[in-house]
C-alpha cells in the first residue's frame, strides 16, 4: 500500500506541475471539488455500490491529497504532518485499541472517543497541547 500512496502523490504532483489547470488550482477550489467526490461516494454507499464506492473512494483521496499538495506549496503544513497528527489522534481517542483501558460495545467507545475528544477541546486532555 505504501508503494501505491506515493506514486499516487508522486502523480499528483507531476500533474500540479504540469497541467496548466492543476497548476492554478486553489485550496478553497478544491475543497469544493472534494465535497462533491464526497456526496458521490455518499450515494455510492447509500445505494450498495461497491464498484463506484471505491471509485468515488479513490477521487474523495485524489483530491484531499491535492489540497494537501496545495498546502504545502503555501507553507501550510505536510501531508507528512497531517497523516502523523491523524494517527497520534486515532491512539489518544482510543485508550482501549492502543492503550490499557477496555470498553465492552460501540456505544462505550463512542462515548469514550467523545469524552476524550471533549478533554482535548477543552484543554483537559494530557496531550492536548500536541494538537
Known sequence: MEKAVKLFVESLLLKRKKCPWAKKREISEQMLELEGE?????????????????????????????????????????????????????????????????????AEAIKRWNEIKEEEKSGKGMNSQNM
Open 38 to 106: 464526497v456526496q458521490e461516494l455518499k450515494e455510492a454507499v447509500e445505494g450498495n455500490d461497491v464498484k463506484n464506492m471505491r471509485e468515488e473512494f479513490g477521487d474523495v483521496l485524489w483530491d484531499a491529497l491535492f489540497i494537501g499538495i496545495i498546502a504545502e506549496e503555501k507553507g501550510l503544513f505536510t501531508i507528512r504532518e497531517a497523516i502523523e497528527e491523524a494517527h497520534a489522534k486515532l491512539k489518544r481517542r482510543s485508550p482501549w485499541v492502543f492503550g490499557n483501558e477496555t470498553v465492552s460495545n460501540s
